[in-house]
């Protein structure tokens, strides 16, 4: 079993910047896939940014060159720092867990980008 915690989210202007966490319990954290999902109101959960066990990342196309995910394995946690902030990036981040078969999801934390 894993247990997630995001922290990190707030209100920001547009252009701004913030940083996403996500602390992990459990052993398994450094041989998952890490990712980030968001979910803007009345939408589905899209997914933002993966990185893998051993540390190759992928970027949704939106996120692209602003959005870095990070992962340190021996805090047990995983980042997202979020540059150049849009309106539309507004909305409720998600982290996941990818092992084995199995997603584990964190509350999600609020993001609001205001324009």
């Known amino acids: 079993q894993v247990q997630l915690v995001e922290s990190g989210g707030g209100l920001v202007q547009a252009g701004g910047s913030l940083r996403l966490s996500c602390a992990a319990s459990?052993?398994?954290?450094?041989?998952?896939?890490m990712a980030w999902y968001r979910q803007a109101p009345g939408k589905q959960r899209d997914w933002v940014a993966k990185i893998t066990s051993g540390g190759r990342t992928n970027y949704a196309d939106s996120v692209k060159g602003r959005f870095t995910i990070s992962r340190d394995n021996a805090k047990n946690t995983v980042y997202l720092q979020m540059n150049s902030l849009k309106p539309e990036d507004t909305g409720v981040y998600y982290c996941?867990?990818?092992?084995?078969?199995?997603?584990?999801w964190g509350q999600g934390t609020q993001v609001t980008v205001s324009s």
């Open positions: 459990g052993s398994i954290f450094s041989v998952n896939a």
């Open positions: 996941a867990s990818i092992g084995n078969g199995n997603v584990y």
